[in-house]
């Protein structure tokens, strides 16, 4: 484990030391699980534009299914002739 040092506001650190004694917990502890939670939004975050650069790319190709095939689709949800889910280009 690494040693990192850092200057923190005051309000911030007021607010650290009142969350010290509430939860009971160490100044480390707490720094180690923001910087662990903001890391893993940061980490998701870059995932969800990846995924929406890939949606988008597909999009451009033609790979989508059209709102109205959806629609259809999803009316006929609990009924005895119930559709398939639809494919690209329907």
């Known amino acids: ?9 005051p309000e911030v650190e007021s607010g ?3 969350l010290t004694t509430k939860l009971h917990r160490s100044r480390n502890w707490l720094i180690n699980q923001a910087v662990r939670e903001f890391v893993a939004r940061q980490e998701l975050g870059q995932a969800r534009w990846q995924d929406t650069l890939a949606a988008m ?4 190709r033609g790979e989508a299914v059209s709102g109205q095939a ?3 689709w999803l009316g006929s949800w609990g009924k005895a002739d119930e559709l398939a889910p639809p494919k690209a280009g329907q």
């Open 70 to 72: 959806v629609h259809e």
């Open 1 to 9: 484990m690494t040693v990192t040092t850092i200057r923190l506001q």
């Open 57 to 60: 790319e597909s999009v451009a």
């Open 16 to 18: 650290l030391d009142s």
